[in-house]
């Protein structure tokens, strides 16, 4: 693979579904600074609607199922499909390095729970997580594959830059949020866009999640200097 930078632009060796993420990702940056789209693929396949968010309306579905007896893994998540109307799918080869294989059984109990927290539940119970990969279609998976999969997301910071906040400022606190210790393991990546007013974001979507609660929160006042 190599990247070559040349007055027209880039020129991009690669397989074909990087070719495609460099593509998305560029046209998700033109969105973003306001600019038209230059590919001929449907606008729609670059929205800069977080992807974790997208499946917003069916994990907010209230389930009520009752499972007291050990049951096939498998069977309780085509279930929880049918009540909420998402696709559940799982990766085999990351829980199967946990022990977990299609014959293996737990048990579930919710009574109008969303859908979204009895997953985390039942999922965290069992050392697994999901991820949202489409507007109905959540992943089951483990928290080592979870978090070793990097997302490209953008954040408007218009409105919090317009509170008096400064970008490095913004970077710094999302940073400390999430540990810079942590963020350096996961290879995780914070860059602001000045073109576009964005925080253009890589990280899992559990950090993606923690960086949103960092933006909304208020910033700390300054403190008062004390006299010498």
Request: aromatic share 6%.
């Amino acid at each position: 693979a190599s990247v070559e930078e040349t007055p027209e632009g880039l020129i991009i060796h690669q397989q074909d579904t990087t070719l495609f993420r460099c593509v998305r990702f560029f046209e998700r940056l033109r969105a973003a600074r306001g600019l038209p789209h230059r590919t001929s693929f449907d606008p729609a396949r670059f929205s800069l609607q977080p992807r974790w968010s997208q499946a917003d309306q069916v994990l907010g579905k209230s389930i009520t199922l009752s499972y007291l007896q050990p049951t096939l893994l498998l069977d309780i998540l085509e279930r929880l499909e049918q009540e909420s109307g998402a696709t559940i799918l799982v990766d085999w080869l990351a829980l199967a390095d946990l022990g977990w294989t299609p014959d293996s059984e737990t048990t579930l109990v919710a009574t109008q729970q969303p859908l979204g927290q009895l997953l985390d539940e039942m999922l965290q119970a069992m050392d697994l997580a999901y991820c949202v990969i489409g507007p109905d279609r959540i992943q089951v998976t483990s928290p080592v594959a979870l978090n070793a999969r990097l997302e490209v997301e953008f954040y408007p910071l218009k409105d919090q830059l317009a509170g008096g906040q400064s970008p490095a400022g913004l970077i710094q606190r999302i940073t400390e949020r999430l540990g810079a210790d942590k963020l350096a393991k996961i290879g995780g990546t914070l860059h602001f866009d000045a073109h576009s007013q964005h925080l253009i974001a890589a990280l899992p979507q559990p950090q993606q999640r923690v960086l949103v609660q960092a933006l909304q929160a208020p910033a700390s006042p300054p403190q008062p200097k004390s006299d010498p």
